[in-house]
Each structure stands twice: as C-alpha cells, then as structure tokens.
C-alpha cells in the first residue's frame, strides 16, 4: 500500500479526533481544518514561516483524510496502530504459525493457550492480516507467523 511509504504520523491527533470517531466526525473534522489551512484562506500579510506551516498542516490534515476517509486504508492503518500499540506493551512472548494454533468450532476462531491460563484467539477473518495477537488475560504477545 502507498502509504506505508509515508512517514509514521498520528492521523487522528492531526485531525484532532479521537481513534474511536466514526467517519463522519472525522470528515467534519477535516473539512474544517482543510478550510482553516487552506493557502487560499490565508491573509497576504502573515509572515512568510506561518504561510509555510499552515501549508504544510494543510498537506498533513489532508493526508490524514486521504487515510481515515477511506475504509481500506483506515483499517489498514487501525491495525498497524493496535500493532505498535501492542509492541510498545512488551517483546513478543513466542511466534506461531497459525497452523499450531487450535481451531474453535464454535466462535470460528484460531485460539493458543498462554502461560497465564488466558487465551490468545484470532478470528478466521482476522487471522489472514493480524501479526500480533494480545492474550485476553495478562500483557504477553505472540506473533503469528505467515508462510511465504
Ligand atoms: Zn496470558
């Protein structure tokens, strides 16, 4: 994805929105900033550094946009922010591929018992784009491993 190229930034604190905002609080949220930074909007008379930060805020906010606008990119981006908020927890307790963890019938669910007694548990749907799995009881991690 195009994004990944792009330096790791806080799109939500750029909007000033929090990650749990839905789509629409986030949109309006931009639509403000966009008009506030908007080169066009700005008076002739600030200082040339000021012209230059609101540029580049206008460039930041509408990035951020580009990102959370748009449900694949959000999601993509949600997940690798839950990641680094997982890494930042602690190291990774153990890597599994996924086919050493069990398979739940009933929820549709790959599950791995942690030395706590908790669980760590990805879902079908989940297990394909998760690397980090976060166990339900205690702060350990693990990986999970993707072939190829
Ligand atoms: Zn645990």
């Known amino acids: 994805m195009a994004f990944e190229q792009l330096p790791k930034k806080d799109w939500y604190s750029i909007l000033g929105a929090d990650p749990s905002a839905d789509v629409s609080d986030l949109k309006q949220k931009y639509q403000k900033l966009i008009l506030m930074y908007h080169p066009d909007k ?11 930060e609101c ?13 959370l606008g748009n449900e694949e990119t ?4 949600d997940l690798q ?17 996924l086919e ?31 690397n980090l799995i976060s166990c339900d009881t205690c702060s350990l991690i693990i990986e999970l491993l993707h072939y190829g």
């Open 74 to 77: 959000k999601k993509e981006y």
């Open 81 to 97: 922010r839950h990641e680094d908020e997982l890494r930042n927890l602690g190291p990774v307790d153990a890597q599994v591929y």
């Open 100 to 130: 050493e963890m069990s398979w739940n019938e009933d929820d549709h669910s790959f599950f791995l018992s942690c030395r706590c007694g908790g669980k760590y548990s990805v879902s079908k749907d989940e297990a394909e784009e998760v």
């Open 42 to 52: 700005q008076s002739t008379d600030v200082p040339a550094g000021t012209v230059e």
């Open 55 to 67: 540029i580049q805020k206008f460039i930041e906010v509408d990035q951020a946009w580009k990102i």
